[in-house]
Each structure stands twice: as C-alpha cells, then as structure tokens.
C-alpha cells in the first residue's frame, strides 16, 4: 500500500513537472508562431511576399502554391485551378483599399476587386513584362509595375505609361523593388542601381549621391517622416534622410549580411530587415538585434520579406520555411 502511495505521488510530481515545462517553454516560444505545409492551409514552404488588407488579413504569396488567404483562423488557397491566377508563382502583392494586386513569375498581374478577377499581361494591355516583380500606388489610385525584363509601368485605370531601360533613363531592365514616397517620387530599384523620378523628370543615383550605383537594388522601404530605406542584393542597407545617405554593411554595424531582401518600418527608429542568409535583423536607435534559426524561433535563416501588421506582428517569408509570424511583445490576434 505504501508503494502504491508512493507511485502515485510520483507520478502527480512528474505531471506537475512536465506542466510547468510546458508552460515555460509555451511562453518562451509565445513570440513566434510559424505556419507551412504540415501545420496549416499553406500550401508552398517558399513564401515570397506578404500582403495584409484592412481587416488584418493575410495574403501571402508562395513559389508554387499560388495566393494563400488567411484570416487567422482559417486558409484558402486561390491557385491555377480554382481561380484566375495564371501560374501558381507569385512574387509580389499590393492591397490598396479593397483591391488587390498579385505580381506573378511569368503571368503578368492580377487584380481582384469585389471578386472580380482581370488579367493584365503584355498580350492584352501595356504591361511591358510578364514577371512582375514590384507594386506601388500613388495617393491617387495609379499603380506601378516593376518588371523582370521590360522596365516599368504606370497605370492610373485606363492607361500605361511605360519606361523601359533603353528608352528611359532607368538604370536597368530589371526592376526588382520600387516605392511611391510622400513628395510623389517614384524610387526604383533595379539590378543597375537605384533612380527616382516625378513630372517627367529623372534622378539618377550619381545626381542623389548614392554612392553604391552598380549594385541591385532589391528592396525599398519609406517611413512616415519620407526617410527612405535602401536593400542591396550583396552591398547591405542604406538610408537617405533627404539631405544625406548612410550606409550599413555586415563590416561597419551589426547587419549579419549583405544580403537584404525586405525591408519593414516600424517607426522611424525601428526598422526591420531580412537579409537572404542569416535571419532577421532589428535596427533600433542605432542597436542591432538578429534573429535566426539558432536563436529564435525562425525557422530558416533565408528569407524574402518582412512586414507589419497593425498589431505589430512581423509576418515574415521565408525559403522552404513557410510563413513565420514574430511579436517582442507577445502574438497579438495570432491563432497557432
């Protein structure tokens, strides 16, 4: 009897204990949640781009699984198959209101509006590429397109005004990332360098005094106060104030690499950048902090994109790690 005794209380102290481990190790991981193909509606680990509608919706596009939905509680995937959606690849997406554009890897755009879908590509209308790989709006409604091969593209409904790289003063055919800042400067990025351009007229990288011209440009960010913020593909980070530039790379500061890929504006002292090699970097009030897959609950070092949600969650695209979500404060409205 005594042995059975003991056997019991046993076992309530090694339940007590695994209880208690539980809930240290639930709240220690109670800042990250990732989602992908095992685990949720995700339906491709390669997620390239995520886009975030005015009800904190997430729609996120992936390498081969086309626009996955996600209202935090549940998954729809729009794919070749059960949508317009031209190729299952899609690399970028932007949300203005309730419309949604989706830039695709060889397809050209979608739009969906009221659930109508309307297909623009270079057989029906003025885009000048198929792979569509930059979005931006002027406050006005006019969208720009950044292509992979034919330059850019603006469309304010009914017209295209194009700009390729011979026939503009765009640095390259390539334009990997592009922004709209608050003066109405459209920044593009492209594989040769970085220029702006308002009312016909142009600003290359030498005239703005952007020192690193011959790298990709492949992200861009704008803050509230017009800050703008710069991703090279192998040169690091930059930063123009409007009066002069400063220059972050994995020698000089506390960026782990070269490699930027996405760029997010908490506010204008905290930035958040995900390089394509070793995680995710914060800028705080000149501090860094990484993130990665040693440290952290992200669950690949490469990634594509970080962006912002109105709870401060940082939803972030990775390579063949699927959808991660990261609050310093704790997931807000997060169902894992």
């Not at 005794?5 to 102290?13: D, L, M, N, Q, V």
């Not at 960010?221 to 980070?237: C, D, M, T």
């Not at 994995?250 to 908490?266: C, F, H, R, T, W």
């Amino acid at each position: 009897m005594k042995n059975h005794t003991k056997k019991t209380y046993s076992i309530y102290f090694y339940l007590i204990y695994f209880f208690i481990l539980s809930s240290q190790i639930n709240a220690q991981n109670s800042n990250w949640a990732v989602y992908d193909t095992s685990n949720s509606g995700l339906p491709d680990n390669t997620v390239f781009t995520v886009g975030i509608d005015k009800n904190q919706n997430i729609w996120a596009g992936t390498w081969k699984g086309g626009i996955a939905f996600f209202d935090r509680n549940e998954w729809k995937v729009y794919n070749k198959k059960n949508s317009k959606l031209p190729i299952d690849y899609v690399y970028s997406i932007l949300i203005v209101d309730d419309t949604k554009w989706f830039g695709t890897f060889g397809g050209g755009v979608l739009k969906l509006e009221d659930d109508n879908w309307q297909l623009f590509n270079t057989n029906n209308s003025g885009l000048p590429g198929n792979t569509i790989y930059s979005i931006a709006a002027e406050e006005n409604g006019k969208i720009w397109f950044g292509t992979w091969e034919g330059g850019t593209a603006g469309f304010d409904g009914k017209n295209w005004e194009v700009y390729s790289y011979r026939k503009s003063k765009l640095p390259g055919a390539k334009v990997p990332s592009l922004i709209v800042d608050k003066d109405n400067w459209k920044w593009f990025g492209t594989t040769g360098g970085l220029c702006k351009f308002r009312d016909s007229v142009w600003v290359n990288d030498e005239e703005m005094n952007f020192e690193s011209s011959t790298l990709s440009v492949y992200s861009l960010e704008v803050s509230a106060k017009n800050s703008i913020w710069v991703g090279l593909k192998f040169g690091g980070l930059a930063n123009y104030n409007g009066k002069e530039w400063r220059y972050y790379t994995s020698k000089n500061s506390g960026l782990p690499s070269d490699k930027v890929y996405g760029i997010a504006v908490e506010n204008e002292n905290k930035i958040w950048i995900a390089t394509n090699s070793q995680g995710l970097a914060k800028f705080e009030d000149g501090i860094w902090t990484v993130y990665n897959s040693k440290n952290s609950g992200l669950p690949h070092d490469y990634l594509y994109s970080v962006t912002i949600d109105k709870f401060n969650n940082k939803w972030i695209g990775t390579l063949l790690g699927g959808l991660a979500v990261f609050n310093e404060t704790g997931l807000v409205e997060i169902n894992k």
